[in-house]
């Protein structure tokens, strides 16, 4: 029997032999395109409008533009050669690199210890004086010993997974940790969202958007400046895949900022603290990716 | 003879192992296939200029993120696909840019007048690129200007062949258009 060809299936032919990947002078699609006057002429613009390209001029980089764009990369290549070989000295030296294997769950899990420790310390001052529960601040202790040991565990390990960099992500959530514990325990009063809602700040926006609308601003202000900080000080690794990267990262930090909000939870609503890490949430995705656009710009201009 | 160069992917994984020469190979390889597409889809050759450095920079810091298994020429061209999408949402619409219309010089000098026309329907023709939504006008790129294969295209804009050859075939018909409706038949 003899085959024909339907218009889409001519209309498929025709964008391939336009770019060489059929045969031109096909039997099938000839005689199809003879008894379809839609498809010849379809078949005839579109050839003149791919033959509109033929003289187009060819375009060369300007020799001068080249040539800096591949020192460009040579540097960047070189600059990391030597951080690899500081790197394998290192490693190198005796005993070291069997040293940084042996030790390496027994480190994080001791610097998790000490970082929960240290942050619950920082923090005692608002679980003793307060309401909150002793079982509170086990829950809030085993939490952060076990998200701390994971983040501790991928940068000893130097962690990367297809592009995205587990470690600096891991290094950018604990910076942020410090600078939020820090700014909590400069807080004058003991619970940080009553000190918000007190200060004119707070007064402004409840009055204009409600208890819950005020919970949020505060939580994107509480997830954002330490996103914005430690990212820009400590995320370097992270604009090579900036969106994995960066998610990663936001991840991180909200996941290491929750105990926090947890631990001064007890005075409010389960609302209220549901929409402080929303806005928190938000706030550190803000942060993160502003830092890294901020980054970017900077490297792009020292480049 | 191009089949006895070593391809595109061994030199790749050669410059993801630090191999500087891999990467000068690859670089002589694609520099003008990237440049020229950067003009023609921009049609602004001081933000082609700028945009070109950063292909490169973008394509070093995500050199570890190739999968061999994937063609190169889709790799790469995806990277400043992205990069020029990139620009237009921080930038909004590319603004109207003097057209790129250079003429090529060929053995024998043209007549002024063959010359005056050259331009105008090279200048046309960038309008009409420019006319193109951003995924029509990276397909009709590649596909006439690049060679790519449609599914390599697809590769680039994360559609089907068939989508990538739509794309194609729709920006063709829009180019051709726009081109008749400014009387120039053909760039000759």
């Known amino acids: ?303 | 003879m191009r089949g006895e160069e070593t391809s595109d992917e061994i030199l790749m994984a050669a410059y993801q192992a630090g191999n500087e020469a891999a990467f000068s190979e690859l670089f002589g390889r694609y520099s003008g296939s990237i440049y020229g597409f950067l003009v023609r889809r921009l049609g602004d050759r001081a933000l082609a200029d700028d945009l070109y450095q950063e292909a490169f920079l973008r394509l070093h810091r995500a050199r570890a993120t190739y999968d061999a298994r994937r063609p190169f020429r889709a790799w790469i061209f995806g990277i400043v696909h992205n990069l020029v999408a990139d620009v237009r949402r921080g930038r909004g619409r590319i603004p109207e840019a003097v057209a790129v219309a250079t003429v090529e010089r060929g053995a024998e000098a043209p007549s002024p007048e063959r010359l005056t026309a050259a331009r105008e329907a090279t200048a046309t023709l960038q309008a009409a690129i420019r006319g193109l939504s951003p995924d029509e006008a990276t397909a009709l790129l590649l596909a006439r200007v690049e060679g790519l294969g449609y599914a390599e295209i697809g590769g680039v804009l994360g559609r089907s062949a068939a989508a990538a050859k739509q794309l194609a075939y729709r920006a063709l018909k829009r180019v051709r258009a726009a081109m008749a409706a400014r009387g120039h038949e053909e760039l000759s």
């Open chain 1, 1 to 303: 029997m003899k085959r024909t060809m339907p218009c889409a299936e001519y209309g498929d032919w025709m964008m391939d032999a336009l770019a060489g990947a059929a045969d031109p002078h096909d039997a099938v699609a000839r005689a199809h395109a003879a008894g379809c006057e839609a498809c010849r002429r379809s078949t005839e613009s579109a050839r003149r409008g791919w033959d509109v390209f033929t003289n187009m001029p060819p375009v060369a980089p300007p020799p001068a533009l080249a040539a800096r764009t591949r020192d460009a990369v040579l540097r960047e290549m070189a600059a990391e050669r030597g951080r690899m070989a500081v790197w394998r000295r290192r490693a190198a030296a005796p005993g070291v690199a069997d040293w940084r294997v042996t030790l390496q769950v027994p480190l994080a899990v001791t610097s998790a210890v000490l970082v929960t420790t240290a942050t619950l310390l920082l923090l005692g001052g608002l679980v003793f004086a307060s309401t909150l529960p002793r079982g509170h601040l086990f829950f809030c202790a085993a939490m952060y010993t076990g998200l701390l040991v994971g983040a501790f565990s991928w940068i000893y390990s130097a962690t990367t997974v297809r592009g995205v960099h587990l470690d600096a992500a891991a290094r950018v959530g604990i910076l942020a940790l410090a600078i939020t514990v820090a700014a909590t325990t400069a807080c004058p009063e003991l619970h940080v969202l009553a000190w918000w809602d007190r200060s004119a700040f707070g007064v402004f926006f409840t009055e204009r958007l409600g208890r819950g609308g005020s919970s949020l601003v505060f939580g994107f202000g509480y997830g954002l400046f330490p996103g914005f900080l430690a990212a820009l000080f400590g995320g370097r690794l992270l604009a090579e895949r900036p969106l994995a990267n960066g998610l990663v990262a936001v991840a991180v930090v909200f996941l290491l900022a929750t105990p926090v909000i947890y631990l001064q939870s007890a005075p409010f609503t389960a609302g209220v603290i549901a929409i402080w890490l929303v806005g928190t949430a938000v706030g550190t995705m803000c942060g993160v990716f502003g830092a890294l656009r901020v980054r970017r710009r900077v490297d792009f201009a020292a480049a």
